[in-house]
């Protein structure tokens, strides 16, 4: 990408939206455009039609989607397929109607079967039965990768579809009810040795394993993957397979490992406890990050680093 070239990030608020502008400002992309919810309703077909014409962006960064843990995907699930198919197919069509040039789409490890073989391969994508807790966003990020494919057969687009496993950072969610497993675990422990609470009951088993990638490293992979000449992504836009890249570490570990990691982190000295009536959500999911291995990039941050600068974000946003 030239570093003059318009590029629109969509979703800079939030944790994989304002990773995506902090990486792009840090190699010298200047000519950013970003809209506020408020500015810019991406459920409205006529309002986005208008944002693009106006702006013609050369690269789009659509990281704009409703998101949330098992709570919120399961009380939420007709927001959580209406909105996310609305957004992204506003967006895509509005890029490909304005020559947008790139346009990376991002996803989920959750659009993979229930019981896909670990480490889960791109391949392992329409293989089997969804995980029902989340199956209304997953099939909404499966249509995106489904559109993003058939716009670059029909059209001669370059649109990618990247799928980064769990994900946490600066700018998380770090709400009770509504966020991810690892914010919602340093939240707890925190307000659990603040009130000197002797026990925290953590949802679930502890045994389901998980992997977590610091919102930077993922950050650092899409740019790096917009940043390639098309030959060497040539492999992505072959007609007969989806133009999808996994984005992880590769590297698990237990619920229960990772709740015994935030508690060393906040401080939390008391006990665990596990509440086997609440979900577990799939046993394992790992992903299989051997093809954007192959294409030059890795990981760099360590998790119990990452918990650390995670807490120190979660405690500056709750003074």
């Known amino acids: 990408m030239n570093k003059d070239a318009k590029i629109y990030v969509a979703g800079h608020r939030g944790l994989v939206g304002s990773a995506l502008v902090r990486r792009l400002k840090a190699r010298g992309y200047h000519n950013l455009v970003v809209r506020t919810h408020a500015e810019l309703d991406l459920t409205d077909q006529h309002a986005v039609r208008a944002f693009f014409e106006a702006e013609k962006p050369e690269v789009v ?12 995907n399961n009380t939420y699930p007709a927001e959580f397929i209406r909105d996310n198919l609305v957004i992204q197919s506003n967006v895509i069509h509005s890029a490909y109607q304005n020559k947008v040039q790139r346009l990376l789409f991002l996803g989920s490890s959750c659009i993979y079967p229930k019981n896909a073989p670990q480490p889960m391969k791109e391949e392992c994508l329409l293989t089997g039965p969804l995980e029902l807790t989340n199956r209304p966003y997953a099939l909404a990020k499966i249509a995106g990768i489904e559109m993003c494919w058939s716009y670059n057969r029909q059209y001669g687009t370059r649109y990618m579809a990247a799928m980064p496993t769990n994900l946490y950072g600066p700018n998380d969610n770090y709400d009770l009810n509504n966020s991810h497993v690892l914010p919602a675990l340093i939240r707890k422990m925190h307000e659990a040795k603040q009130r000197g609470d002797k026990e925290v009951v953590v949802w679930g088993t502890g045994t389901p394993k998980r992997e977590f990638l610091y919102s930077e490293d993922m950050a650092g992979a899409c740019i790096y ?5 098309e030959g060497k992504l040539a492999g992505l836009f072959n007609n007969d397979q989806p133009p999808l890249v996994n984005i992880g570490c590769g590297e698990d570990l237990t619920i229960r490992e990772l709740a015994e990691r935030v508690a060393e982190v906040v401080g939390f000295k008391g006990n665990l406890t596990f509440d086997p009536s609440k979900p577990d959500g799939t046993m ?7 093809r954007i291995n192959a294409l030059g990039w890795t990981h760099t941050m360590p998790l119990k680093k990452g918990i650390e600068l995670s807490y120190q974000d979660m405690l500056s946003k709750i003074k």
């Open 61 to 72: 960064l659509l990281a704009a989607a409703k998101v949330g843990g098992i709570h919120a």
């Open 225 to 229: 993957l917009l940043e390639q000449a």
């Open 284 to 290: 394992r999911k790992v992903m299989d990050v051997s």
